[in-house]
């Protein structure tokens, strides 16, 4: 099929929703995520950072591309002074670039799209 169209409108309490612990090995503090898609070539996430809350340094061999669903926080880039992101911002992540995460608002709602 050519065009899919999911629509599994995930409530905060949907059994989909994991915690997400640590990354890497890493700890994180107040992280949820769900699988929307998988296939061969792709993986959508959707990511919940809490108030307060952070994704710890980590990186992986794929090319990333995140989409700001709702929340403001920033990035951080190993080397580099952190991004700040809100609302309606797309990142994109080369392979195998360290990079964190920490929310500065009531709530970050990522939508990633992991290209495999």
């Known amino acids: ?4 169209v999911t629509n599994q ?11 997400l612990d640590e990354i ?22 959707f ?7 952070f994704i710890a340094m ?4 794929e090319r ?10 920033a990035i951080l880039v190993e080397g580099q002074p952190d991004i700040t992101y809100a609302s309606g911002d797309t990142i994109t992540f080369a392979p195998d670039v360290s990079h964190g995460w920490r929310n500065k608002s009531t709530r970050t709602r990522l939508l990633v799209m992991v290209l495999l």
């Not at 890497?24 to 996430?45: F, S, Y």
Request: charged share 20%; aromatic share 6%; hydrophobic share 40%.
């Open 9 to 19: 409108g995930l409530s905060r309490t949907d059994p989909a929703w994991q915690d």
């Open 64 to 73: 990333s591309v995140c989409y700001i669903v709702e929340g403001e926080g």
């Open 1 to 4: 099929m050519a065009v899919f």
């Open 58 to 61: 980590h990186s992986q061999p």
């Open 24 to 45: 890497n090995g890493a700890a994180n503090k107040g992280v949820r995520l769900a699988a929307d898609i998988t296939d061969e070539k792709a993986q959508v996430l």
């Open 47 to 53: 990511v919940d950072i809490e108030a307060n809350g």
